[in-house]
């Protein structure tokens, strides 16, 4: 029987293995078409000699820059090339507290009928001000031309479309907010397609829709060669710290959907994001996807569906399955009662006892309670020797596939070593009932709680129940009571093999883009998912025989090892895939102190950084209430110009009103100008939890602005202005706190001092991110309450 088993097994593995590699090459961008392919079709290279023409000079483009009005003004005349009429919107937006001056590029391709409704395809310009942002977004702005040049050659669609090239999102998605607020095309667009990257390799995932989910899935389903998507990509995003000008489009209630592609994210944000590093693959499944996905909405007969929800996923980027997420629950619910009735028929039939399922489902959670402690203890092993960044940074590293190798060893160990301690008392029936039936109910609690997860618990369950069933046909025919527990015959197998293909292969995609999306946090998950899998093949396990029980066990621990040992002995960072390290220097002309500051993501200093200036060992807030950390060291005087707060008109007493306070409360409320004296291009007020701010306005030259401020951990308050104006911005603000305020002001330009001595001496695994390099001047204001006259 044992060698019955150890067939089972042998033919589970090699099949889980097979899903494997089916994964690994489905999951891939297409080739990219030439530069001379067919005019109608989408051409990476097209697309890629725009991109170098763009952003490869490699210069960063804020919103507000010099480089990003160059990059505006050649976006524009490519597009009248085309034969459009591109149109430029500015105007003074604020969005959670950041506010900036973004300029949109707008350009319209009529329909073939008079209906107004319109489709709209956008992508941003904009860049961080670390990198030149080839890949986010230059590549998506690239594809839009491509397009555009397409669709200006094809009969016009049914709805017209508008073309948007935001500016600002990096800043905070303020060139969205604009043309939604205030663009007059923002209410005849009813769907957008959205092209953004957090990375810059891989295939184009389509992670979020507009609420008429059932409607857009279907449309998805028919227009897409290549889908690569599923309805967990959605929970994954929204536990994610990162926006994008979606965000904006779907609370104006556009339908449509957002694609980006997450590859090589350890160059997202970072001067690495450059138009040598632009995959071609990538830029071509992105253009594939925009260009089927906007013909489909522009061609749909009505942009107006009802909101539904629909779950779906693709089958190994060929097919997409869809069903009503309605129906999740009942689909559940049914394969649970399908999974009781063949439990009470083995039980019944004397197959299998109360005790064996009992004892089976102890080894199912034993075993994933274990495999997932073992895989984070590993985690916080590593963290803790500095091997691996602290979780709350960026925590990728350079060699992560002895990670990979590692959490998926855990997984099968724990699976092994859970059969192999229970094997006798759980037996194959034991194992088989309580892992089926966790899942069952795994799927019905998933169904109720994220049904966009449901699919994968569900098709598992299922895969159980409707495996299983010619064997109970069989058991209920035989008239004798027999303990049928030989795991070789065909019907035996079917229930063990059936669920542990079908779950493997649900969760392999889910995998593949795991770690890009969530760093270190991805290897217990992925344990955690794996055994949900390995729970599966429990029945084998314990069928097979003890020897290869054993064997099964010191190669998943031998795995599991080495894979530990190769991420202790490799190199956390390399020079392409480096730390992120951002160097600034700080001058603060009240307290006199200048500061070099330095914030690593590993939260460790690098030698030679500690040998360029006397770095404290220990970090501390960047500000006062400020959530991030940096190491400080002394630094040179520079006597920069300081940031200018100015009381424009004497304190006044305001009664409040507002949600924030009850009516009647009285509130002080200072009318203030803010100004950056050595034309930095961005300044910050901090206002201190004290404060209680309950209003804020921005006088702009469109009129009032009125704005909610982001909210640091401390209760401290953030007004965050980008492409400072020359002349500075007014606002009011009203206080309800006690009084005086002292509020922290400062203004930073995208560059560091000093001839860059101590950039010099970032290390070649480092490199600057995000915001990048800063100066940054730093000033303390009190505002008293008004003078007693
Ligand atoms: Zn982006």
């Avoid at 495999?371 to 590293?397: E, F, H, T, Y």
């Amino acid at each position: 029987m044992a060698a019955a088993g150890n067939r089972g097994l042998a033919l589970a593995l090699a099949g889980i293995a097979l899903l494997l590699t089916a994964t690994l090459a489905a999951y891939r961008p297409p080739a990219p078409l030439a530069a001379n392919a067919s005019p109608d079709a989408f051409s990476a290279y097209r697309a890629a000699a725009i991109l170098q023409d763009l952003v490869g000079d490699g210069i960063p483009h804020p919103i507000g820059s010099p480089a990003g009005a160059r990059m505006r003004e050649a976006i524009v005349k490519r597009l009248a090339a085309l034969g459009y009429a591109p149109r430029l919107q500015s105007g003074f937006v604020c969005r959670d507290g950041v506010c900036g001056n973004p300029v949109n590029i707008v350009a319209t391709l009529g329909g073939s009928t008079d209906d107004k409704d319109a489709v709209m395809l956008a992508a941003h310009y904009d860049s961080v001000p670390a990198g030149p942002g080839a890949s986010d977004d230059g590549a998506a702005v690239a594809a839009l031309l491509e397009i555009a040049r397409i669709l200006a050659a094809r009969p016009r669609p049914l709805h017209p479309i508008v073309l948007l090239l935001t500016d600002g999102e990096e800043a905070g998605l303020l060139g969205a907010t604009l043309f939604v607020q205030q663009h007059p095309l923002s209410k005849q667009v009813k769907a957008a397609v959205n092209l953004d990257a957090r990375g810059t390799s891989g295939p184009s995932l389509m992670f979020e829709t507009g609420t008429a989910n059932a409607w857009l899935m279907r449309l998805y389903g028919s227009a897409i060669a290549r889908p690569i998507t599923n309805s967990l990509y959605f929970v994954v995003y929204k536990g994610l710290p990162n926006d994008t000008d979606f965000t904006v489009f779907k609370a104006a209630a556009y339908q449509g959907f957002n694609f980006a592609f997450i590859g090589d994210v350890g160059r997202y944000h970072t001067p690495l994001d450059s138009a040598a590093n632009a995959s071609p693959s990538s830029i071509q499944h992105q253009g594939d996807n925009a260009l089927a996905a906007l013909s489909a909405l522009a061609n749909s007969p009505t942009l107006h569906s009802p909101i539904a929800e629909s779950i779906f996923f693709d089958g190994f980027a060929r097919a997409l399955v869809v069903w009503p997420a309605a129906f999740a629950l009942p689909a559940a619910l049914l394969s649970l009662g399908l999974l009781l009735a063949e439990a009470a028929i083995l039980l019944r039939r004397g197959a299998v006892t109360l005790r064996e399922i009992m004892w089976g489902g102890v080894g199912a959670i034993c075993m994933l309670v274990v495999g997932v402690a073992l895989c984070a203890g590993l985690l916080v092993l590593l963290i803790a020797v500095g091997k691996l960044p602290p979780r709350d940074g960026g925590s990728w590293i350079s060699q992560p596939v002895p990670m990979h190798v590692a959490a998926a060893a855990i997984a099968l160990l724990a699976a092994a070593g859970a059969s192999h301690w229970l094997a006798q008392r759980a037996t194959f029936w034991g194992y088989w009932a309580a892992a089926a039936l966790l899942g069952a109910l795994l799927s019905v609690a998933s169904a109720v709680i994220i049904p966009g997860a449901s699919f994968v618990p569900l098709l598992g369950a299922a895969a159980a129940g409707l495996g299983a069933l010619p064997f109970m046909v069989s058991v209920i025919r035989s008239r004798a009571r027999s303990r049928t527990t030989d795991a070789a015959a065909p019907t035996a197998l079917l229930p063990a093999l059936l669920p542990a293909l079908v779950t493997f292969a649900a969760l392999f995609p889910l995998l593949r883009f795991l770690y890009p999306a969530l760093g270190s946090l991805a290897w217990p998950v992925s344990t955690l998912l794996l055994g949900l899998g390995a729970a599966t093949l429990l029945p084998l396990l314990a069928a097979a025989g003890d020897r290869a029980r054993r064997q099964v066990i010191a190669t998943a621990a031998l795995f599991a090892v080495g894979g530990a040992l190769f991420t202790l002995g490799l190199p956390t960072y390399s020079a392409d895939w480096p730390e992120r390290i951002n160097l600034e220097y700080w001058w603060d002309p009240d307290t006199g102190q200048s500061h070099y500051l330095a914030r690593c993501d590993s939260r460790r200093l690098p030698a030679a950084l500690t040998a360029a200036a006397r770095f404290d060992p220990v970090p501390r807030p960047r500000f006062a209430g400020g959530g991030s950390m940096a190491f400080y060291a002394p630094a040179p005087k520079l006597e920069l110009a300081a940031p200018e707060l100015e009381l424009r008109a004497q304190p006044d007493s305001v009664s409040q009103s507002t949600a924030a306070s009850p009516a009647g409360s009285s509130a002080t409320r200072y009318v203030l100008h803010l100004r950056s004296l050595r034309g930095a291009p961005e300044a910050l007020v901090v206002f201190p939890a004290s404060a209680q701010v309950v209003d804020i306005v921005l006088a702009t030259a469109s009129g009032p602005v009125r704005t909610q401020l982001s909210r640091l951990w401390s209760g401290a308050t953030l007004l965050d202005i980008v492409s400072l104006p020359d002349a500075g911005v007014a606002f009011s603000v009203d206080v309800a706190g006690p009084l005086p305020v002292t509020v922290q002001v400062f203004d930073q330009s995208y560059d560091f001092p000093q001839g860059g001595t101590l950039q010099r001496a970032r290390p070649p695994y480092a490199t600057s991110s995000q915001d990048g390099d800063l100066t940054v001047v730093h000033r303390t204001v009190s505002l008293y309450p008004a003078a007693d006259r």
